[in-house]
């Protein structure tokens, strides 16, 4: 049984890569990490995929970056959250070098596990991001290649398997793994209910309505 950590936020993504790796056979370690941001109510929602999987999940307390990387909406509390514009794409919605650092904790953690893979649930939608694409992976492996070449287990890699898919695509691939939506977490705020209005509530209600899947998520605003 091949062993898979997955960089697990509770979001969309993460729950359909657990899920599709389970369906496949993996022993799963899920971990979250908590960078200090506003909306780790998403660690909530992890749990209760974790405990749905039968899964092993921690959470690893790196709260003091969020003092680090000032100037974005989810790890600085004087900068609020703004509701979704088409127009405006800033830093506001950026955490630097975020996906870098956390797969850094992941890898290490699979070369300590002996692990097979570390997964990651970067989209082809997020693409403007520079680390959710295909080249930041195979770049990152390059890297890591090169750090732990003396320790890591024969063919330990990152693996996006849903790098080429929009969200509605990974809708459409959760219901046919029986993910439960209810269970998933995407809002920036944090607050008790999905606010509903963010940059990823709007993202999260278009791909529902995209897939033609039912959203049954309970959103504090329409």
Not at 204 to 222: I, K, L, S
Request: charged share 25%.
């Amino acid at each position: 049984m091949p062993r898979t950590v997955v960089l697990f936020s509770g979001g969309v993504e993460s729950t359909v890569v657990a899920h599709q790796l389970r369906r496949q056979g993996h022993e799963l370690r899920l971990l979250a990490i908590d960078y200090g941001q506003r909306h780790r109510r998403e660690h909530e929602s992890a749990r209760l995929t974790a405990d749905r999987l039968g899964a092993s999940m921690r959470v690893v307390d790196l709260q003091g970056l969020g003092g680090l990387l000032p100037g974005n909406s989810l790890t600085d509390r004087r900068v609020e959250v703004p509701d979704y514009d088409p127009a405006v794409r800033s830093r506001e919605f950026v955490v630097p070098n975020r996906n870098a650092i956390l797969l850094t904790v992941a890898v290490a953690a699979a070369v300590a596990e002996q692990a097979d893979q570390v997964a990651i649930g970067s989209i082809a939608g997020d693409a403007e991001t520079g680390d959710c694409t295909r080249e930041f992976v195979a770049a990152f492996n390059a890297m890591e290649g090169v750090a732990t070449a003396e320790f890591v287990p024969d063919g330990l890699s990152v693996v996006a398997p849903l790098v080429s898919m929009q969200k509605s695509d990974v809708i459409h691939l959760g219901e046919s793994l029986g993910v439960r939506w209810e269970d998933t977490w995407s809002c920036f705020r944090g607050e008790e209910k999905q606010c509903g209005t963010c940059a990823t509530c709007h993202d999260r209600r278009r791909a529902f309505r995209r897939a033609g899947v039912q959203d049954p998520t309970e959103y504090a605003r329409d």
